[in-house]
């Protein structure tokens, strides 16, 4: 059964850093990932999403790569700022499911500092 | 603007009730779908539907009911034999042979 997993749970850092989300999934007979962002309280909003095609991603900051052979996908966002913050899960789809068949990882907490 | 609305924002239950969460969308998505998010957990597939008047158990269904009645409408029922309920809902919804999927705002369920 896939799972998908996120390290770390939660991550603080000053403003304008660079950082690095992590995202793995067992099963690598995925067809494509998705990052998305949530703010406390509120629905998700897709990011980015690669096909398996793909080796990555780009939205503005946000780079995503992704990484089959190894079940890994990484977000990269550049020049973090304090509207950053929120909690960013990776999904990948369900084996056989419809395309909102999605098996989500619990998430990485994001914190920028002013 | 198109999107996808959630009622009620905040639902507290009794034990013993049945409680209905709304999920309404107007981008004319075929699929629509429930899932359950838990403090600090990702979210689970409830129920998902990809055509009227028919659905599909996703991996955690039991003690939920759903309809699809309309296209634009898909309600969740929490009945009493979730023994468990107080979490995060979340409706969303996709059109066939797109990828892209849509996030209402989300229901809060507390069992009181």
């Known amino acids: 059964k896939q799972e998908v997993t996120q390290i770390p749970a939660a991550l603080s850092v000053p403003e304008g850093e660079n950082l690095v989300l992590n995202c793995s999934f067992t099963?690598?007979?995925?067809?494509?990932l998705q990052w998305f962002r949530q703010d406390p309280g509120k629905g998700l909003t897709s990011l980015l999403l690669?096909?398996?095609?793909?080796r990555e991603q780009t939205s503005g900051r946000l780079n995503a790569s992704l990484d089959k052979s190894s079940g890994r996908s990484t977000l990269y966002i550049a020049a973090s700022q304090p509207g950053d913050s929120a909690t960013y899960l990776c999904a990948v789809p369900a084996y056989g499911g419809s395309q909102g068949n999605l098996i989500f990882g619990k998430g990485t907490k994001l914190s920028v500092k002013p | 603007d198109g999107g996808i609305t959630q009622s009620p924002k905040y639902l507290f239950r009794k034990e013993g009730q049945n409680v209905t969460l709304s999920c309404e969308q107007n981008?004319?998505?075929?699929?629509m779908y429930w899932y359950r998010q838990d403090p600090g957990q990702g979210l689970r597939l409830i129920y998902y539907?990809?055509?009227?008047?028919?659905?599909q158990k996703g991996d955690i269904a039991e003690g939920y009911s759903v309809s699809r009645e309309k296209k634009e409408s898909f309600p969740l029922t929490v009945t009493s034999a979730q023994k468990n309920p107080t979490a995060f809902y979340l409706c969303a919804s996709t059109q066939d042979n797109s990828n892209t999927i849509y996030f209402g705002e989300g229901s809060w369920l507390t069992v009181v």
């Open positions: 981008l004319n998505h075929d699929a």
């Open positions: 690669i096909q398996s095609s793909q």
């Open positions: 099963d690598s007979a995925i067809y494509n």
């Open positions: 539907s990809q055509i009227v008047n028919d659905f």
